[in-house]
């Protein structure tokens, strides 16, 4: 059987863990640092405009979405998109955050190389991502033994999304870089609150860590089960 105790110990239950410490780091930080406020006033909004325009990408838009932590930057429409609290917010959490943000359009306007293969790859990740949904469907509705004779259609899909998600971490963490590196070099923020900045981008990383852990176990378990399945 595929989904086994072994899958419940050594792979769901670890990625469920390590995914909710991440989630918690996040929100301690994110929460911590949200009650406090940059000395130089500047929102989030206006901490990313002040990047952007430094950059010479002043056609690159600055706009405000609803739901909290969903900030993000769009390389299709070239436009940089901050949740509420940090696109209003003037706390050094929120400038943070929208720095990182403008260190993706840095990437993108630098050709950054990590970046144009992550975006290349959302097309065939998406409809991975699909494929993977259907046939674990199938797989409940027909039977494990329907499921094992998929198993390496499953390892290439699955394959597919981890990798992904592999190319991901060095696009966040260079953002992260980028955005450290312009908002102390254009002053935005004090040699005091680097520190908060860190942590908050930090944890925030810590997530994308944890669904590459997560996505690595879960297929190593889908490799192990097709070797086990010749045997």
Known sequence: MM????YLLFVFL???LIGLWAQMKLHS??????QIPVESGLTGAQAARRILDNAGLN???VEEVEGKLTDHYDPTKRALFLSSENYSGN???AVGVAAHE?????????AYAMLNLRMALVPVTQFSSAAYGIIMLAGWIMGMSMMKTMLPIIIVVFGIITFFQLITLPVEYDASNRAKEQLFRLGLVREDERAGVAKVLDAAALTY???LVSSLLTLLYYITAARDSRN
């Open 209 to 211: 860590v944890a669904a």
């Open 102 to 110: 403008s260190g993706h359009a840095l990437q993108h306007q630098a």
């Open 14 to 16: 670890p990625g469920l």
């Open 29 to 34: 930080a994110f929460g911590k640092y949200s």
């Open 91 to 93: 706390s050094i959490a």
């Open 3 to 6: 989904w086994n105790f072994n």
């Open 59 to 61: 056609d690159v838009p």
